[in-house]
């Protein structure tokens, strides 16, 4: 089994594949004090609710990472808990896809591997849109290449940074209000937030589409697609687990099984 980790800055998901097939998956919060052999206990501890254990059932890891302590942790988890090194995205790393970036070095790993699962899974064009701490809009050609794309605020930063800033503007859950009308401030501070980050995807694909041609598969992913997605009208698929197929496949790209 492959154990794919995806490290956020606020969530590390974590997902188990038994050949092609995500069997198991957990997102537990990503934190920078964390010690590798907190670390392990925490994720020994999820693979043992699913009968699983380091040692007998994981033959592989791949680690994408956007938090560079983070990135450290791992490395040496893998380093003292497992007989194998992990694979870690970065420079050097065989994606199979090109990267036609100014800086290929910025591409933050998740991106890059949406991009990897979205080509394979739906083709090209396509337009990846991640909810998380950012709102990040991954863009694939055609021909499979990384492209661009864009970045907005995340939906729980803008909002914190909203609730922080008003004095009065309550903490809300993040769903979709009975009406666009808010008749209640929490209600109108739903109906802003979903509707306000679901204007915000429609118009950024919309302008994406301009330059990619209209015949472009826009697949949802992250912790927070679910708050918005049905509020969006550009969104054709949601795959939640994206990144970490993304993951698996160039797992298998630089791995000799």
């Known amino acids: ?19 092609d097939e995500l069997v198991q998956h957990w997102r537990t919060a990503t934190d920078v004090e964390r010690t590798p052999d907190d670390v392990a206990l925490t994720f020994q501890g999820l693979l043992a609710f699913a009968g699983l254990d380091f040692g007998h059932n994981i033959h592989g890891v791949v680690i994408s990472s956007v938090v560079p302590p983070v990135t450290d942790t791992m490395r040496e988890m893998v380093a003292r808990y497992f007989p194998f090194p992990p694979l870690v995205m970065e420079p050097g790393i065989r994606t199979g896809i090109p990267l036609r970036y100014e800086n290929p070095r910025d591409v933050g790993s998740d991106r890059i591997a949406n991009a990897v699962a979205a080509y394979e899974l739906h083709g090209g064009p396509a337009i990846v849109v991640d909810f ?3 709102t990040s809009f991954d863009v694939v050609d055609a021909a499979g290449g990384f492209v661009g794309g864009a970045i907005a605020p995340g939906i729980h930063t803008a909002t914190d940074a909203l609730v922080q800033k008003a004095a009065r503007l309550p903490n809300v859950e993040i769903l979709a209000p009975p009406t666009a009308i808010g008749r209640s401030t929490t209600s109108a501070l739903q109906s ?8 915000l995807v429609d118009g950024v694909v919309a302008r994406l589409r301009e330059e990619l041609g209209p015949d472009v598969t826009v697949v949802a992913t992250g912790g927070l697609a679910p708050a918005v997605r049905e509020a969006c009208r550009s969104i054709d698929v949601h795959d939640e687990w994206l990144t970490l197929k993304g993951l698996r496949l160039i797992w298998e790209r630089n791995t000799t099984r």
Do not use: E, H, P
């Open 1 to 19: 089994m492959l154990l794919a980790v995806d490290v956020g800055n606020s969530n590390t998901v974590l997902g188990i594949f038994q050949g």
């Open 132 to 134: 998380g701490t950012a």
């Open 192 to 199: 802003g937030i979903v509707y306000g980050f679901a204007g």
